[in-house]
C-alpha cells in the first residue's frame, strides 16, 4: 500500500502532530451491465475496483471536524463543529463526509467528539466511478472504527444513500454505495435494487483484463439529466400501474412490457421503460452466462446494453459512443459499454491480455482525432469492500 507513505507525512505535516493516525479505505465501483435499471426497482452488477479513497484520522478531544483533501490542497483545511454539520455549499467535497456524520449521529450512533481526517482519492475525478459514494462509506468505516460503533454493514450503506438523497441533494439509487461497502475481490454482485437480495458472482477473466476508458468530460450528477430521467421512468410506471398490479419496472419481463407498453402514454417515457425493462433481463441473463463461463455472451449482452443506452434512454453522448463504437471494431474485444450515469464519464471493455496495449492505443488515436483530446485508460483489478488497512 505505497500510497501510505506520503500520505502519512501530509497528514503529519498538516495537522502538525506526530502521532500515527488510523487509514481507512473504500473502492470506487464500475458496473458491469444492468444500468439505470436501479432505481427502477431492478437487478445491477457492479464490482468494487481496487481505485478508491483513503482516509487518515485521529480523534480529537474537542467537539471539532477537520478536513483535508490532498486531492483539493488548494481548500486547505475545512472546518466544522459536531453541533453544525448543514449543508454549507462553501465547504464543497467536505460536504460528503459532514452528511455522513450527521446521519449516523441522526440514527442514534455516538459520536462524541470530533476527527482530524486526510482523505485522498485515486478516482479519476469526474469519471463516473463513484467517489461520491467512496468517500460516504470511507467516512462511515472511519467513523465506525474510531468510535467503535456497532453498525452492521447495510445500514451504513442505506445511510450512506441517505447523504446521497436528503443531504446533497441526488436523487440516485443505492448501487453504488452497496457496491462500495459489499465488494468482494475477484466478484461481481448481483443485487435486486428494491429488495436489496445479492449474490455474488466469480469473475473469471484468465486471459482477459477490464478496461476503464475515460472520456475525460467532467460529468455531475446533480447537474445533469438524472433526475429527469428518474421522472420520465416514474411517468412511465404510473401509467402501466393503471392495469398492472407492479411496484416497479424492475417487476415486468420484456414479453409482458410489450403486450403493456400502449399503456404508456408519452412516447418517450415509453422507450425510457423499455429500456429499464430489457436492461434488468440482460443483467439476469448475464449471472447465469457468467456462472457458465461464457464471456462471449456476456460481451454481446454488454453490446446492448450500450446500444440501449444510446438509443432507448439517450444518456451516452459522443464521447462515450465514439469509444465504444471504437472498442467494438478492436480486435480482441469481447464487449464494450458506458458505465456510470452518462453523459461522460467512463466507457468499459473486456480485451484479451495481450491486446490491450493495441486496443489503447487505437482507441486514443480515433477519439482525439474525433473530439480533439485524449481519453485516459486504466487496468481494473476487481477488490475488496470498504474497510481499514
Avoid at 432505481?39 to 479513497?53: E, R
Avoid at 447495510?154 to 457496491?179: H, R, T, W
Avoid at 461464457?294 to 460481451?299: A, K, P, Q, V
Wanted: charged share 25%; aromatic share 10%.
Amino acid at each position: 500500500m505505497n500510497t501510505n507513505f506520503p500520505l502519512l507525512e501530509t497528514f503529519q505535516s498538516i495537522f502538525h502532530t506526530d502521532k500515527k493516525p488510523r487509514t481507512f479505505f473504500a473502492p470506487g465501483r464500475i458496473n458491469l451491465i444492468g444500468e439505470h435499471t436501479d432505481y427502477n426497482g431492478g437487478h445491477v452488477f457492479p464490482a468494487s475496483i481496487s481505485y478508491g479513497t483513503y482516509a487518515l484520522a485521529i480523534k480529537r478531544n474537542d467537539s471539532k471536524f477537520r478536513f483535508y483533501s490532498a486531492n483539493f490542497s488548494e481548500s486547505g483545511i475545512i472546518e466544522c463543529d459536531l453541533a453544525a454539520l448543514e449543508y454549507k455549499r462553501s465547504d464543497d467535497w467536505a460536504n460528503y463526509p459532514k452528511g455522513m456524520i450527521l446521519h449516523l449521529q441522526k440514527a442514534g450512533f455516538p459520536i462524541d467528539s470530533g476527527a482530524d481526517i486526510l482523505f485522498y482519492g485515486n478516482i479519476p475525478n469526474g469519471a463516473g466511478l463513484s467517489s461520491s459514494a467512496s468517500i460516504e462509506l470511507v467516512t462511515g468505516v472511519l467513523l465506525q472504527g474510531l468510535f467503535d460503533l456497532s453498525i452492521e454493514r447495510i445500514p451504513m450503506i442505506k445511510l450512506g444513500q441517505q447523504v446521497e438523497n436528503e443531504y446533497i441533494g441526488v436523487n440516485s439509487g443505492i448501487m453504488d454505495q452497496f457496491a462500495i461497502g459489499m465488494g468482494k475481490k475477484d466478484s461481481a454482485i448481483l443485487l435486486n435494487c428494491q429488495t436489496l437480495e445479492y449474490k455474488y458472482a466469480p469473475i473469471q477473466l484468465a486471459n482477459h483484463v477490464i478496461m476503464i476508458i475515460n472520456t475525460n468530460k467532467q460529468r455531475t450528477l446533480a447537474g445533469s439529466k438524472y433526475n429527469e430521467r428518474r421522472s420520465q421512468c416514474e411517468a412511465a410506471l404510473r401509467d402501466l400501474q393503471s392495469e398492472l398490479k407492479i411496484e416497479s419496472l424492475g417487476e415486468l419481463t420484456p414479453e409482458v412490457f410489450e403486450k403493456a407498453q400502449h399503456l404508456i402514454k408519452d412516447p418517450i417515457n415509453q422507450k425510457r421503460a423499455k429500456h429499464a425493462v430489457y436492461e434488468n433481463a440482460r443483467t439476469l441473463e448475464a449471472l447465469s452466462e457468467l456462472n457458465n463461463g461464457n464471456l462471449t455472451r456476456f460481451g454481446e449482452l454488454m453490446n446492448q446494453s450500450h446500444t440501449s443506452l444510446k438509443d432507448d434512454y439517450e444518456v451516452t453522448g459522443i464521447e462515450l459512443d465514439t469509444i465504444v463504437e471504437a472498442a467494438w471494431g478492436q480486435a480482441g474485444v469481447i464487449g464494450a459499454r458506458m458505465t456510470g450515469a452518462g453523459f461522460g464519464g467512463c466507457a468499459i471493455a473486456i480485451v484479451e491480455k495481450d491486446k490491450h496495449e493495441d486496443f489503447k492505443k487505437n482507441i486514443n488515436d480515433i477519439y482525439k482525432e474525433k473530439i480533439g483530446y485524449e481519453a485516459s485508460f486504466y487496468t481494473a483489478a476487481i477488490g475488496d469492500g470498504a474497510k481499514e488497512i
